[in-house]
């Protein structure tokens, strides 16, 4: 399995999955999903609700443990290495969640300065340029101050992705980054995704079932339902696909009256699965 | 049949919860005596505010309560001293319930009330809002950054707050003594300290310790487990103060009877 792995490492793939299942309790939410990512590529995570898609990103980021399969991260199988490996690998990836997930007692500087602080033994001085960076590149720029509750949704965002980029990552994620947002704020965020993406070649992965900002953003694409992969491709690919649910998904037709309903049992359960 | 599995499994539940508390406690202990040497430092500014939050915040209500208990200590023990014209007696009564037994004790449920349940809210939200979440991904974990500055400050502040209270019923059990049985002030503070044993006031003193470790950790526990949704955050706080008031009291029986039988001989 290793020797396949670095064929596959040399072939550019940044995230390998093979045959990923992750389950809450009894219930399997995903399947056996099979994709890689390639590096420096932005890889657009589509799905409806329940599909799965935010479970997956969660897996992928170590906040949800599979109940079998690989998931390749740099070099190292995440699904089995050591919580010490895990926090190596963490602090090469950055992550903007869905409300942003800013600390509120912290000002919007001390966010972004929170993982310098842990992580590094930088001076004091050094980390508030570091801040200053990060706000900056993210359109914030002087804003260290304010208290997160101060800030707009979109300015929430924004701030969040600052501090997932504090640590430099080489892997992005985003959890539904236009979710909640007005569409002229969601396209500024699209617009900061493409800047970051222009500017240092990151990889990024976006979790989302917004279908403008999916096209604008994504290099290829992956549509997840009920726990599986249907499709994946280039935005090309997925435009003139005929698979039956790229279709449905993509021209946005609603699902026949009882697979509805079913599709709504779903959703219940999925609200109410067990905390973990 | 149905019976014995119901107790069964509710032992089992109770046996799991206190194991969940004692996993939180160690990690906490770990953080704090092993981490810093193995490049964890301890988050101490975090454990000061906390400790200001927790302790020095709590000094007016604290002392409020406990002139109160004292006084009515005063008064109801005075009710069964005087029938033996024993009014004098009034000053060791008080000192010894006092520091033994309710000054420890009352101290822990203002604390549950003030920061048991607020260290269950806070935490609760930060799960609900994904800021857990956001700290695992930063590769922080959430129990040295936020539960073990939480340990660290109730563990020293406990007693101290314990000493406050100790003092405060003295005074309010004084104010009787000084109205109705004769005593100076001075007299009254003297006759309390005769009646106390270094043993009495160190007994008490442990215990607010070992409160302080339980009101935290169920504090914080009953927030790490928040579900999803802001109403899924109050019964995280309900359940933090409830559970917290009935562990401190299981504590303080355990100790209390550890102390007798040590001290019976």
Same mark, same amino acid.
């Given at each position: 399995?290793?020797?396949?792995?670095?064929?596959?490492?040399?072939?550019?793939?940044?995230?390998?999955?093979?045959?990923?299942?992750?389950?809450?309790?009894?219930?399997?939410?995903?399947? =056996?999903?099979? %994709?890689?990512? #390639?590096?420096?590529?932005?890889? !657009?995570? @589509?799905?409806?609700?329940?599909?799965? &898609?935010?479970?997956?990103?969660?897996?992928?980021?170590?906040?949800?443990?599979?109940?079998?399969?690989?998931?390749?991260?740099?070099?190292?199988?995440?699904?089995?290495?050591?919580?010490?490996?895990?926090?190596?690998?963490?602090?090469?990836?950055?992550?903007?969640?869905?409300? =942003?997930?800013? %600390?509120?007692? #912290?000002?919007?500087?001390?966010? !972004?300065? @929170?993982?310098?602080?842990?992580?590094? &033994?930088?001076?004091?001085?050094?980390?508030?340029?570091?801040?200053?960076?990060?706000?900056?590149?993210?359109?914030?720029?002087?804003?260290?101050?304010?208290?997160?509750?101060?800030?707009?949704?979109?300015?929430?965002?924004?701030?969040?992705?600052?501090?997932?980029?504090?640590?430099?990552?080489?892997?992005?994620?985003?959890?539904?980054?236009?979710?909640?947002?007005?569409?002229?704020?969601?396209?500024?965020?699209?617009?900061?995704?493409?800047?970051?993406?222009?500017?240092?070649?990151?990889?990024?992965?976006?979790?989302?079932?917004?279908?403008?900002?999916?096209?604008?953003?994504?290099?290829?694409?992956?549509?997840?339902?009920?726990?599986?992969?249907?499709?994946?491709?280039?935005?090309?690919?997925?435009?003139?696909?005929?698979?039956?649910?790229?279709?449905?998904?993509?021209?946005?037709?609603?699902?026949?009256?009882?697979?509805?309903?079913?599709?709504?049992?779903?959703?219940?359960?999925?609200?109410?699965?067990?905390?973990? | 049949?149905?019976?014995?599995?119901?107790?069964?499994?509710?032992?089992?539940?109770?046996?799991?919860?206190?194991?969940?508390?004692?996993?939180?406690?160690?990690?906490?202990?770990?953080?704090?005596?092993?981490?810093?040497?193995?490049?964890?430092?301890?988050?101490?500014?975090?454990?000061?505010?906390?400790?200001?939050?927790?302790?020095?915040?709590?000094?007016?209500?604290?002392?409020?309560?406990?002139?109160?208990?004292?006084?009515?200590?005063?008064?109801?023990?005075?009710?069964?001293?005087?029938?033996?014209?024993?009014?004098?007696?009034?000053?060791?009564?008080?000192?010894?319930?006092?520091?033994?037994?309710?000054?420890?004790?009352?101290?822990?449920?203002?604390?549950?009330?003030?920061?048991?349940?607020?260290?269950?809210?806070?935490?609760?939200?930060?799960?609900?809002?994904?800021?857990?979440?956001?700290?695992?991904?930063?590769?922080?974990?959430?129990?040295?950054?936020?539960?073990?500055?939480?340990?660290?400050?109730?563990?020293?502040?406990?007693?101290?707050?314990?000493?406050?209270?100790?003092?405060?019923?003295?005074?309010?059990?004084?104010?009787?003594?000084?109205?109705?049985?004769?005593?100076?002030?001075?007299?009254?503070?003297?006759?309390?300290?005769?009646?106390?044993?270094?043993?009495?006031?160190?007994?008490?003193?442990?215990?607010?310790?070992?409160?302080?470790?339980?009101?935290?950790?169920?504090?914080?526990?009953?927030?790490?487990?928040?579900?999803?949704?802001?109403?899924?955050?109050?019964?995280?706080?309900?359940?933090?103060?409830?559970?917290?008031?009935?562990?401190?009291?299981?504590?303080?029986?355990?100790?209390?009877?550890?102390?007798?039988?040590?001290?019976?001989?």
């Amino acid at each position: 399995m290793e020797q396949l792995i670095s064929a596959e490492m040399q072939n550019g793939a940044m995230i390998s999955l093979r045959n990923l299942r992750v389950s809450y309790g009894e219930r399997e939410i995903l399947h =056996g999903i099979n %994709f890689d990512v #390639m590096a420096g590529e932005t890889l !657009v995570i @589509l799905g409806g609700s329940g599909s799965g &898609k935010s479970t997956l990103l969660r897996t992928l980021v170590g906040l949800e443990k599979p109940s079998s399969g690989e998931i390749w991260l740099k070099g190292k199988d995440i699904a089995k290495i050591s919580p010490a490996e895990m926090d190596e690998i963490r602090r090469k990836i950055g992550m903007s969640f869905q409300g =942003g997930a800013l %600390f509120g007692s #912290m000002t919007v500087g001390e966010n !972004v300065a @929170l993982p310098l602080r842990e992580h590094t &033994k930088l001076e004091d001085s050094t980390i508030e340029i570091i801040v200053r960076l990060k706000l900056d590149q993210v359109g914030l720029a002087g804003f260290e101050n304010y208290m997160p509750a101060q800030l707009s949704g979109g300015m929430k965002k924004r701030a969040a992705v600052a501090r997932a980029l504090a640590m430099d990552p080489e892997i992005l994620f985003f959890d539904e980054p236009s979710a909640g947002l007005d569409p002229i704020i969601a396209a500024g965020v699209d617009q900061l995704i493409l800047e970051l993406k222009k500017a240092f070649h990151m990889t990024i992965i976006v979790v989302t079932h917004e279908l403008a900002s999916a096209f604008l953003i994504a290099d290829r694409m992956v549509l997840i339902d009920k726990g599986n992969v249907v499709a994946i491709g280039s935005t090309a690919e997925m435009r003139s696909s005929t698979h039956p649910r790229v279709r449905q998904f993509l021209d946005r037709i609603a699902e026949p009256e009882v697979t509805q309903e079913l599709d709504y049992l779903q959703m219940l359960t999925e609200i109410t699965r067990p905390s973990r | 049949m149905e019976l014995t599995t119901q107790i069964g499994g509710t032992v089992t539940d109770g046996l799991a919860y206190l194991g969940a508390l004692a996993n939180l406690g160690a990690r906490a202990a770990y953080y704090t005596f092993v981490g810093p040497f193995r490049g964890k430092p301890l988050h101490l500014q975090r454990a000061i505010s906390q400790a200001m939050q927790a302790g020095v915040r709590a000094l007016p209500i604290l002392s409020l309560i406990t002139f109160f208990i004292g006084l009515i200590l005063a008064l109801q023990s005075a009710y069964e001293l005087r029938k033996f014209g024993a009014l004098n007696f009034v000053a060791s009564a008080v000192a010894i319930s006092m520091t033994r037994e309710l000054g420890p004790l009352i101290t822990a449920i203002v604390v549950i009330g003030r920061s048991g349940s607020a260290f269950a809210a806070e935490i609760g939200t930060m799960k609900v809002t994904e800021e857990i979440d956001a700290l695992e991904t930063m590769a922080i974990d959430p129990i040295h950054f936020l539960v073990t500055p939480k340990f660290l400050a109730m563990m020293v502040m406990l007693p101290c707050l314990t000493i406050w209270a100790n003092f405060m019923g003295v005074l309010g059990g004084g104010l009787f003594g000084v109205a109705q049985a004769g005593f100076t002030w001075w007299r009254y503070i003297q006759a309390s300290l005769d009646a106390l044993f270094l043993r009495d006031i160190v007994t008490g003193l442990v215990k607010s310790v070992m409160f302080g470790v339980t009101i935290t950790a169920v504090g914080c526990h009953e927030g790490l487990v928040t579900g999803a949704g802001a109403e899924q955050v109050g019964r995280s706080t309900t359940r933090a103060v409830v559970v917290s008031i009935f562990l401190v009291i299981l504590v303080d029986l355990v100790f209390t009877a550890l102390f007798f039988f040590m001290t019976e001989r």
